[in-house]
């Protein structure tokens, strides 16, 4: 049977959050079983990808109920990659959050709620229905209140208020939004919904449903006119949260737009339209968003808005290219922003502050970290031959073969201004000579932690900037595989058939 | 039946909407509660209303012939019933902590993170 590897990855995070659970009271447990769970969660991960790679899409009827009757958990390639991506970052971010958490916030049960975080992820990459893929997002985002609220101070507290709204609200938009369709089509499993949609004659009607989905995914995704919640709050946790939120959180959004706008929406000129100037704005507002700010943390959250545009174009033009150059994005993506943010960290640990007119003097004072530092800094730029770069060449290719040159100023204007923030950064936070800083008291600086607490910072980091050399100088792999995507993503006979008639 | 689901559900948006828009962060919960509620009616609404029908298909039966009454929208409403009570006793807590903390029940006075530092 071997279908039921696709519940081993939500498997696996469940055992070993409940587990965790049960070393309530040992931290020091806590984070070996954490770490230790994380790595075999990571050779699931591989293991499932490397199984779909081979065999193609793999299906599993929950409890056995036939396709459009019980819930279907499908792994495709796009899942199977996702999740393989969730588990490398949960990964660094376990490790980075055994080194980094104070005592008093993981004696509340941080690291077990990481693990819920992560199967509820897991579970909404792989799940095949669509009344499932709310309950998992519900998962993630009850895991993420504890998150960023775990600490209680001021700012976080505040800042959960606008984090905790707008994904309410967001999820009561997806509810609604699924309502509507249960009550068009009659059926809740995406490839049953794909269709019975196409079959709908009133269109104007299945129109107004796929908007509702675009509002519900987008402010989960930080679209243009609905992100503001997204810099409000990201930078108030501490930065071990920020990554796993800055790689993944708003990346399920995406996900599940490209998943519902390429499996149940298909083909309608209108939300064309809709998505690729959301998509324009995005990369256009975000970017001037992060011009503005002194707070590396602030510049990082606004270069997150910025990026999602470039996935949302992709998926926008509808090309086999173009979606196959948002995937490589998105895979980009996650690895570079979880560790954008886990260098933050270690940035504040050196120095005691986010500020980017008090840092200074960082190459100077740490050379080798430095250069390891500029390896996601000049990934996220796309410096050829660096990741980043890959894809933005698809999907500029692609806006001139549809015509569209505002979209290819806007694809610029993004890059560039990513190229200015971050090389201001680097001058700023690196080359400047810094101000002299006064020391805080009790605070525990980078340079009097022990080996065994620097190694814990710093082995994370190298990881996830070795995945991002990997995925720039192998990007004929990440290239092969995203085009893969694209065409199973393109051909929604493949993913109906899959489902229905294993 | 329909008609007077329709307008309740209608109502209970508008008015989650509304209190969402006030400042008042009690207020903000109410709303989302409400919002809550007219989602949880919108599916029972959309689920088709099917009164004193049992939800069973005879065995043999190829095609729909009688109307049935559908389990599932009950048991939609029944799961995103229990998610919404799990969301809003949080919510509750999350409030409070936060007046304790902050001071004010005014989410315009809850910005001091906002300013461009």
């Excluded at chain 1, 793999?58 to 588990?87: K, S």
């Excluded at chain 1, 987008?218 to 006119?225: D, M, Q, T």
């Excluded at chain 1, 409000?232 to 920020?242: E, K, W």
């Excluded at chain 1, 080359?431 to 814990?456: D, M, V």
Aim: hydrophobic residues 55%.
């Amino acid at each position: 049977m071997i279908q039921h590897i696709v519940l081993y990855p939500i498997l696996v995070q469940l055992f070993f959050a409940i587990v965790l659970l049960f070393f309530w009271n040992s931290v020091k447990a806590q984070k070996s079983i954490s770490i230790f769970g994380n790595i075999v969660a990571l050779i699931v991960s591989v293991w499932l990808f490397i199984t779909i790679w081979q065999e193609g899409t793999l299906t599993i009827q929950t409890g056995n109920w036939e396709a459009p009757f019980g819930i279907t958990f499908v792994a495709d390639t796009f899942a199977a990659t996702l999740v393989l991506l969730t588990a490398i970052s949960g990964f660094a971010v376990s490790i980075f959050s055994v080194g980094t958490i104070l005592r008093a916030r993981l004696k509340f049960g941080f690291l077990p709620i990481l693990h819920f975080l992560l199967l509820g992820l897991n579970g909404a990459f792989l799940t095949g229905d669509i009344f499932n893929l709310y309950v998992w997002f519900e998962i993630i985002i009850i895991s993420s209140f504890v998150l960023i609220t775990i600490g209680g101070e001021k700012k976080q507290l505040e800042g959960a208020i606008k984090y905790f709204t707008l994904n309410i609200l967001a999820s009561m938009i997806f509810l609604t939004a699924i309502a509507v369709l249960y009550g068009l089509a009659g059926t809740l499993n995406m490839a049953d919904l794909a269709i019975k949609v196409a079959e709908i004659e009133n269109r104007g009607l299945v129109e107004i449903t796929a908007i509702l989905f675009f509002i519900g995914f987008g402010i989960k995704a930080g679209l243009f006119p609905l992100y503001f919640w997204l810099p409000a709050s990201y930078h108030t946790p501490p930065p071990a949260v920020m990554a796993i939120f800055g790689g993944l959180l708003t990346k399920v959004g995406v996900y599940a737009l490209i998943r519902v706008f390429t499996v149940i929406f298909v083909g309608e000129d209108f939300l064309e339209l809709i998505i690729l100037s959301v998509a324009g704005l995005t990369l256009v507002s975000g970017g001037i968003g992060a011009l503005v700010h002194n707070n590396i943390v602030k510049v990082f959250s606004y270069l997150i808005i910025c990026h999602i545009g470039y996935m949302i174009l992709g998926l926008g033009l509808y090309t086999e290219a173009a979606i196959a150059g948002a995937i490589f994005y998105l895979i980009h993506d996650i690895v570079v922003k979880t560790n954008l943010f886990m260098m933050s960290g270690l940035i504040y640990r050196i120095k005691g502050t986010f500020s980017m007119r008090d840092l200074g003097g960082l190459y100077n004072n740490n050379p080798l970290l430095s250069l390891i530092m500029i390896i996601p800094l000049m990934s996220l730029v796309g410096i050829p031959p660096l990741s980043g770069f890959w894809p933005k060449l698809a999907l500029i290719t692609e806006s001139f073969n549809a015509n569209n040159y505002w979209l290819i100023g806007a694809v610029l204007f993004a890059t560039f201004i990513t190229l200015f923030v971050i090389a201001r950064l680097w001058t700023e936070v690196f080359w400047k000579e810094g101000p002299k800083l006064k020391r805080i008291a009790n605070f525990r600086y980078f340079s009097l932690l022990s080996k065994h607490q620097k190694r814990q910072m710093i082995v994370p980091i190298v990881f996830l900037a070795f995945i991002s050399l990997y995925i720039g100088f192998g990007a004929e792999h990440i290239q092969r595989l995203s085009i893969r995507i694209a065409q199973e993503l393109l051909d929604n006979q493949a993913y109906i058939n899959a489902v229905l008639k294993p | 039946m329909e008609f007077l689901l329709a307008v309740v559900t209608g109502l209970l948006y508008a008015a989650g909407l509304y209190m969402m828009l006030r400042r008042s962060l009690v207020k903000l919960i109410i709303g989302l509660i409400l919002i809550g509620n007219g989602a949880n009616i919108l599916i029972f609404l959309l689920g088709r209303i099917t009164k004193g029908l049992p939800p069973i298909i005879p065995e043999e039966s190829k095609v729909f012939i009688e109307a049935y009454a559908d389990p599932v929208p009950q048991a939609l409403i029944l799961t995103a019933i229990v998610i919404s009570f799990g969301l809003q006793s949080f919510a509750i807590v999350l409030i409070k902590r936060a007046f304790k903390v902050v001071r004010t029940d005014d989410l315009d006075q809850m910005n001091s993170i906002d300013p461009y530092s």
